[in-house]
């Protein structure tokens, strides 16, 4: 039996990760001259390496982005105090060694945590590497007016102190059962004092080294041009001995999946491909060319559907649409947005769209599998959904073939980024909601757009300028209180928050805040996994997201490159001083 059929009749998601070796038959490769000199360019040259984020990054300081492709970027030249390996074993990067209760790092009664930093570290300029930048750091995402967009990792933080020049430690408001958030993973990246203190405040996204960053990795942006490609070449203060293995990295930003996907596995145009939401059967046959493999990470990531709370067509004073002051015209009645969620058949998605790289899913938490609530199930039932919106009073008084209700009707605006298969999805559920009486306008959004965290742009996530809007995120550490305090009443983007917060569908409960601000605390770890659990099912209950696919991260790796290791817990660059040429 083949690895491929394998995988589909294994247990889909586990927290392991997962090399999935797609294999299937395919017509050779055009042969053009032009792609062959290219391919042969990039797989003989040691020293160059290609990646391609068909998501543009558009910044280089991962505390103003709320998107992936800026997380990405960012970490191939900062670096946390340390992360989460595939395994969820924390493993030090910026720190000396873990915190544990034996070696003293960790206080007994969880109110504190200390680490004890390397000292061989300097930054890509020279300067020393010392725990002021620690705290630094903490002061700049803490600052509101800088409108950082990492502070729910840092919720549960009373003060950070400097103890010694290679000392920090972090004392907690109580008893915190979460204390590996702070400072590690993709949100954990510091930032030197000495170049962003003159922009810790309302001026932070004016720093040079928003675009040009000084950091500790391996690496270090000598250009960038933002939505396009960002250079890099070796950090010459490196502290690792013959470390990195390449002198230069092209990060080539722009494009679309399915091109991405094609360069790295069939023209050999570029060595790793991010991201690659393309159809099961496209990359099964780009994959059977043989030149470079499918990786495929199991991990948190969810498709789903949001619901905006808000009027995304009324204006307040400011100008601003979806704000609070004008509560979305339907989607404030349950039985509205419960229909629009029976309404989706989420089975034909995967079976068309995903194959093996995704399942059907009803809960927003899904990983690790202790926190994944047993309680819900997708169900595709358009006969609840038309019972539920004729009970609401939504019904087609004119004829027209929408629904209406007190002069009002059923339309909706659905956005979603620029992407061949978001955009079939889009037209699946168009389809099926339009069956119901639903008015559907679709819109699509450059990435480098939807996701770049710019407030002035009302085409973010943040901005959320629509009455639906689809996406994939995840928690991105093993526990997942950060992740699900997006849904808490304080995270609601708004103006004078500068749109950082990341509750992009204005909800409100505070049911629900109860229970996270409990899981803050709860110090049992069976009874805080119940705390989450209840969290997912009162989101699910509500219907305030829509998942839609539990989905994995897949890349494309070319045969020539080794050392690529994924976690569901960082960025995919997260190891990149270990990438090397066969």
């Known amino acids: 039996m083949s690895l491929f059929n394998q995988v589909i009749r294994n247990n889909f998601f586990s927290l392991s990760l997962i090399t999935i070796f797609l294999l299937a038959a395919c017509s050779s490769p055009k042969n053009n001259s032009s792609n062959n000199q290219q391919s042969q360019s990039t797989s003989t040259n040691s020293n160059l390496?290609?990646?391609l984020y068909w998501q543009a990054p558009t910044i280089l300081n991962p505390h103003l982005s709320p998107g992936s492709k800026d997380f990405e970027a960012s970490r191939i030249a900062y670096e946390p105090l340390a992360t989460f390996d595939k395994d969820s074993k924390l493993i030090p990067f910026l720190a000396a060694e873990i915190p544990t209760i034996e070696n003293g790092g960790l206080a007994k009664d969880g109110k504190s945590v200390t680490w004890k930093l390397k000292q061989d570290v300097k930054w890509s300029d020279g300067k020393p590497f010392t725990s002021d930048d620690v705290v630094f750091t903490y002061k700049y995402l803490s600052n509101s007016a800088v409108g950082a967009t990492t502070t729910a990792n840092y919720e549960a933080?009373?003060?950070?102190?400097?103890v010694d020049k290679y000392t920090v430690k972090i004392n907690f408001k109580e008893p915190n059962p979460a204390w590996s958030l702070p400072f590690v993973g993709q949100n954990g990246m510091i930032l030197p004092r000495h170049v962003f203190e003159k922009y810790n405040g309302a001026n932070a996204r004016e720093a040079p080294a928003n675009l040009i960053p000084v950091g500790t990795g391996a690496y270090r942006v000598v250009q960038f041009k933002p939505g396009d490609i960002i250079i890099y070449e070796a950090n010459p203060f490196f502290r690792e001995a013959n470390k990195p293995f390449f002198k230069r990295i092209e990060l080539k930003g722009g494009g679309d999946a399915t091109s991405a996907a094609r360069a790295v596995l069939q023209t050999q145009d570029a060595d790793f491909a991010w991201n690659l939401l393309v159809e099961a059967p496209i990359?099964?046959?780009?994959?059977s060319v043989g030149k470079g493999k499918v990786n495929v990470s199991v991990g948190t990531f969810v498709?789903?559907?949001?619901l905006n709370q808000t009027d995304p067509k009324k204006q307040d004073t400011d100008g601003d649409r979806s704000s609070l002051k004008f509560p979305h015209p339907f989607f404030n009645d349950k039985k509205v947005r419960q229909a629009f969620n029976y309404a989706i058949d989420r089975d034909t998605i995967v079976k068309q769209l995903y194959g093996i790289t995704g399942r059907s899913t009803a809960n927003i938490l899904v990983a690790p599998e202790s926190f994944a609530s047993p309680n819900n199930t997708p169900e595709f039932n358009l006969n609840k959904a038309t019972d539920l919106l004729d009970e609401a009073g939504w019904k087609d008084s004119n004829g027209n073939g929408i629904r209406d209700k007190n002069g009002v009707e059923l339309s909706v605006l659905y956005q979603t980024s620029v992407n061949p298969l978001r955009q079939k999805i889009q037209e699946i559920i168009k389809q099926q909601l339009t069956s119901l009486g639903v008015k559907v306008e679709l819109k699509s959004i450059d990435p480098s757009i939807l996701f770049s965290g710019d407030p002035a742009n009302p085409d973010t996530i943040n901005r959320f300028q629509a009455d639906m809007q689809m996406f994939s995120s995840g928690n991105t550490s093993p526990d997942p209180g950060a992740y699900m305090k997006?849904?808490?009443?304080?995270?609601?983007?708004?103006?004078?928050?500068?749109?950082?917060?990341?509750?992009y569908s204005r909800y409100c409960n505070p049911e629900y805040d109860k229970l996270w601000k409990q899981s803050t605390t709860e110090l049992n770890q069976q009874k805080r996994q119940q705390l989450f659990i209840q969290m997912n099912d009162l989101l699910i209950k509500d219907a305030i997201v829509i998942p839609l696919v539990a989905?994995?991260?897949?890349?494309?790796?070319s045969n020539r490159l080794i050392g690529v290791e994924a976690t569901p817990w960082d960025t995919k660059t997260w190891n990149i001083k270990d990438w090397q040429s066969k």
Request: aromatic share 4%; hydrophobic share 35%; net charge positive.
């Open 551 to 557: 989905r994995a991260e897949v890349s494309g790796i």
């Open 303 to 306: 498709e789903r559907i949001l």
């Open 157 to 162: 933080v009373k003060s950070i102190e400097a």
């Open 283 to 287: 990359l099964k046959q780009l994959e």
């Open 486 to 503: 997006n849904w808490t009443c304080e995270e609601i983007p708004q103006k004078q928050n500068n749109w950082s917060k990341q509750n």
């Open 49 to 51: 390496l290609k990646l």
